[in-house]
């Protein structure tokens, strides 16, 4: 059919979940993937886990590295108190046309911004053009050897505060050592395992949830 496996997960987003119905969107795309295509989105072992910080935090301001199709930014953006905002981040311009589709028809468009271009380049941006000044939560799920460098330049652009939370997917499988050495062993964050499964797979994988100390 020439679709991309991001669009054929949008279609099944369209054809079985109901507009305006977050979870549906969200148990629409876990059976797909669980089903008939894996596809590497966080999923219904460790979301779970993401909705609790998520909640805990109840983050004024949010941000998303690797939007991918949208399925966290649904997870997140429905958790989210009214004037709430969550800004997400996708370099590859295919994946974000299919996100914006699946954050629309989950009906959450009003809260999540979708800014498409590369984490490096729009970190150092985003109090000028946001008019954010810091992170309550970060949610790291784009390329594994991306995660160190970012938060570092997030501290740079003093974009964290005390109490801000980082949440990092996949710090098992595929795993991100550097970024884990980093923040379990760095005085400025205060660092705790989740231990879970790989999307979809009875793998081991996990969420590392870090506090900014200041
Ligand atoms: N610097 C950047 N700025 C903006 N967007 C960026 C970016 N780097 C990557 N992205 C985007 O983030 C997603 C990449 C995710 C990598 N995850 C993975 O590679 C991954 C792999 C497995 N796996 O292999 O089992 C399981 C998982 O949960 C995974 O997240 C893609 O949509 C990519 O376009
Ligand atoms: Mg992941």
Known sequence: TGLSRPQR????????????????VIAAIDYYCRHKEWAMNVG???????????SEVNPS????????????????????????????????????????????HAGLQNKVTLVEGGSGDLIP??????GITSFDFVFLDHWKDRYLPD????????????????LADNVICPGTPEYLEYVRNSPRYK????????EYTKAEDGLEKSVFLG
């Open 9 to 24: 997960m949008l279609k099944a987003v369209q054809k079985n979940a109901t507009k305006g119905d977050p979870q549906s």
């Open 61 to 104: 301001t949010a941000l998303e590295l690797g939007t991918y199709c949208g399925y966290s930014t649904v997870r997140i953006a429905r958790l989210l108190s009214p004037g709430s905002k969550l800004i997400t981040v996708e370099f590859n311009p295919a994946y974000a046309a299919v996100a914006r589709q699946i954050i629309a």
């Open 151 to 166: 938060i570092k330049l997030l501290e740079d652009c003093g974009l964290l505060k005390k109490g801000s939370v980082l």
């Open 125 to 130: 941006k985003i109090k000028e053009q946001f």
């Open 44 to 54: 219904d072992d460790k979301g779970p886990i993401l909705d609790s910080v998520v």
């Open 191 to 198: 660092s705790q395992y989740f231990q879970s499964y790989l």
